[in-house]
């Protein structure tokens, strides 16, 4: 698996994979998906094939993540009445519940929330939505915003960067071990998000 991987990355130049870097945090930005932990820890683990790419990763990701921020933050104010009778009809109630989630914490704790917010998985991304509803400056959002993401692509560039080959090499020795792992994983979260759905559709019932 480990060869695989790395034979995949050498098939793919650094601008090549700098520029999927940047597209994957761009979209996480701005329509709140892929996941920003699993896309810039593989960024990382391709920037580990050659050392002198470590800063440019953190770098390019963290602009592309910027650019979707500001253009989501940007439409939310536009458009706060049409996102707002989206989110009360759409069917991806676990983005509904997030949004919420991130409401709550913006009302309750103000624009730092924008900052600290963007540490916490899932919420980093749907808050900049009712940050774009309020008051909040754009230049304000953008030092929070900017200094929230910069954090978080140091952390996970550096996990992939330092972690996922050792990472590769358990797998690898471990296969069984790790499928089953994953195979749980998977599972736990969508029993998680099922059930706890669940409990907020009912209690709103109530």
Known sequence: MTEFVFMVFESISWPMALTI????????????TPSSELSLATVGLYAST????YM????VTTTGNMIGFVLLFLISRR????????????????????NRKAIRGF?????????????IPNV??????????????????????AFGSLSWAL??????????????QIIETHKLFAASLLVLTIAAVFIHRHFYLRSLED????
């Open 50 to 53: 050659q050392a002198w790419l």
């Open 107 to 119: 009302e309750k704790h103000g624009h730092l929330y924008v900052l600290y917010g963007r540490y």
């Open 124 to 145: 980093r991304s749907v808050i900049t939505i009712p940050a774009g509803f309020s008051d909040m400056p754009l230049s304000r959002f953008i030092f929070y915003s």
């Open 155 to 168: 952390f996970w560039v550096s996990v992939g960067f330092f972690l996922g080959p050792h990472l590769l």
């Open 56 to 59: 440019p990763a953190i770098f």
């Open 21 to 32: 870097g940047f597209m994957l945090l761009f979209l996480n930005g701005l329509i709140l």
């Open 79 to 98: 458009y706060s009445d049409r996102i707002t009778a989206f989110l009360k009809s759409s069917r991806f109630h676990y983005i509904k519940h997030m």
């Open 203 to 206: 209690e709103a019932a109530v």
